[in-house]
T-cell receptor
Framework: DAGVIQSPRHEVTEMGQEVTLRCKPI?????LFWYRQTMMRGLELLIYFNNNVPIDDSGMPEDRFSAKMPNASFSTLKIQPSEPRDSAVYFC????FGFGYTFGSGTRLTVV | GIQVEQSPPDLILQEGANSTLRCNFSDSVNNLQWFHQNPWGQLINLFY???GTKQNGRLSATTVATERYSLLYISSSQTTDSGVYFCAVDNPGAQKLVFGQGTRLTINP
């Protein structure tokens, strides 16, 4: 298995632009998680899905953030409009039955 | 929500030394994992260990769920062991991992 695949690896964008991060989970996994890592706040959960359905989005910082999972093999995290404080590394992870998470390589987002 | 505390925050050792990293958590858990974040930022799953003891080469981990702590042991450290080690837990039924702040391990040659 290729593991959890995220794209792009790096993204530099200007303030106000829309940013879309992508994730392909491990085939057969039924949970998908989006995390954000910053120096100040560490690793924090933004949202997670079970069988493509959003279960808990309480970590999504504000309405500028949205996430979708249209099918079992693809998820997106969108920021519109982006702001400099959104700069962080965004990780996607998947798991089977909620145990044994596997993380992707992350997307380093820089908003200038 | 559940709280996770890791200690020490920083650890600097010489190659070949042994180390013990600790993770305390505030409530019963369904899931506990140890991760290594390497200098390139990748999060590597080391152990899934909600209870008991596991070993993988020079690394081993023990979780005492009744006392709400877990230990990660690294023996004969190598420079490639450098990075940040995270403990992450979730409550039964919560299905979402909460991460500690990590232990930054530096192994000098």
């Amino acid at each position: 298995d290729a593991g959890v695949i995220q794209s792009p690896r790096h993204e530099v964008t200007e303030m106000g632009q829309e940013v879309t991060l992508r994730c392909k989970p491990i085939s057969g996994h039924d949970y998908l998680f989006w995390y954000r890592q910053t120096m100040m706040r560490g690793l924090e959960l933004l949202i997670y899905f079970n069988n493509n359905v959003p279960i808990d989005d309480s970590g999504m910082p504000e309405d500028r953030f949205s996430a979708k999972m249209p099918n079992a093999s693809f998820s997106t995290l969108k920021i519109q409009p982006s702001e400099p404080r959104d700069s962080a590394v965004y990780f996607c992870a998947s798991s089977l039955f909620g145990f044994g998470y596997t993380f992707g390589s992350g997307t380093r987002l820089t908003v200038v | 929500g559940i709280q996770v505390e890791q200690s020490p925050p920083d650890l600097i050792l010489q190659e070949g030394a042994n180390s013990t990293l600790r993770c305390n958590f505030s409530d019963s858990v369904n899931n506990l994992q140890w991760f290594h974040q390497n200098p390139w930022g990748q999060l590597i799953n080391l152990f899934y260990i909600p209870s008991g003891t596991k070993q993988n080469g020079r690394l081993s981990a023990t979780t005492v769920a009744t006392e709400r702590y877990s230990l990660l042991y690294i023996s004969s450290s190598q420079t490639t062991d450098s990075g940040v080690y995270f403990c992450a837990v979730d409550n039964p039924g919560a299905q979402k991992l909460v991460f500690g702040q990590g232990t930054r391990l530096t192994i000098n040659p």
